[in-house]
């Protein structure tokens, strides 16, 4: 059976970390035959690293290429608009989390994913870790549970990306932060990321934090074989969340 012939849209950090040096190295079941990026200079790098020449600034235009048979979208922040684009191409699509910031948002995508009939995952990868695997059984062990929440320990991003040459090469070397800056920026992100544009320009770090209120909404895999029911979710109450 000839490799599955991919394209990736999104060529930032986690793509060039984790995925694209994976799909290389199985070159028996993936060919990485069409790249996507906002920025010129990035995928430009990362095609002549791993040797691919189709490369677009509209991941639309990748999903549409006749050789491109699965899309991967690796993109950052939320995916949902990504996904209901490039489901539009008809092709198998596995998207980095998360895949949406609300219960609605992620219900549409799911519709639309029932519409597209395609084969379509999203890379939840601590679902096979061994830790996560025993959390869920203990969880599931558990009676009269209401609520779930997980918190997972990741060392600062740039402090990640030290262990890998993620292009292109940044001007000046990575330098640690203080803690409380590294929240604060953290959560400037989640809230541009989660909020709808027109509530950018007016939030502040007092306003419920809605990347929070759709964790408390979200569907928790640990409760059962397959998910908690969302309605029961809903119920819960935002959280406010101002950084130190």
């Not at 996904?83 to 198998?92: F, I, M, N, Y």
């Not at 869920?136 to 209401?146: G, I, N, S, Y």
Request: aromatic letters at 6%; a positive charge; one cysteine or more.
């Amino acid at each position: 059976m000839p490799p599955l012939r991919v394209g990736v849209v999104g060529c930032g950090g986690i793509a060039q970390m984790m995925h694209l040096p994976t799909l290389a190295e199985r070159a028996d079941l993936f060919q990485i035959v069409a790249l996507a990026d906002l920025s010129e200079r990035t995928v430009n790098a990362v095609g002549e690293r791993y040797g691919v020449r189709a490369r677009f600034k509209d991941g639309r235009e990748l999903a549409g290429q006749k050789d491109v048979e699965a899309v991967l979208l690796f993109a950052s922040r939320c995916h949902r608009d990504a996904v209901l684009e490039l489901l539009a191409a008809r092709k198998p699509l596995l998207v980095e989390k998360p895949l949406a910031f609300s219960l609605p948002e992620t219900e549409e995508v799911a519709r639309a994913v029932r519409e597209a009939g395609v084969p379509f995952m999203v890379g939840y990868h601590k679902r096979f870790d061994p830790a996560y695997l025993r959390a869920r059984r203990a969880v599931q062990e558990m009676r009269d549970l209401r609520f779930v929440e997980v918190t997972v320990l990741h060392p600062d991003d740039g402090a990640y990306r030290t262990h890998h040459a993620v292009l292109p090469l940044p001007d000046q070397p990575w330098q640690p932060r203080p803690e409380k800056q590294q929240i604060t920026d953290t959560h400037e992100r989640v809230m541009r990321g989660a909020l709808p544009s027109s509530s950018r320009a007016s939030s502040t770090t007092s306003t419920p934090c809605a990347a929070c209120w759709a964790i408390r909404k979200a569907w928790c895999p640990l409760t059962s074989g397959a998910m908690a029911s969302p309605r029961t979710r809903s119920r819960a109450s935002p959280v406010t969340c101002a950084p130190p």
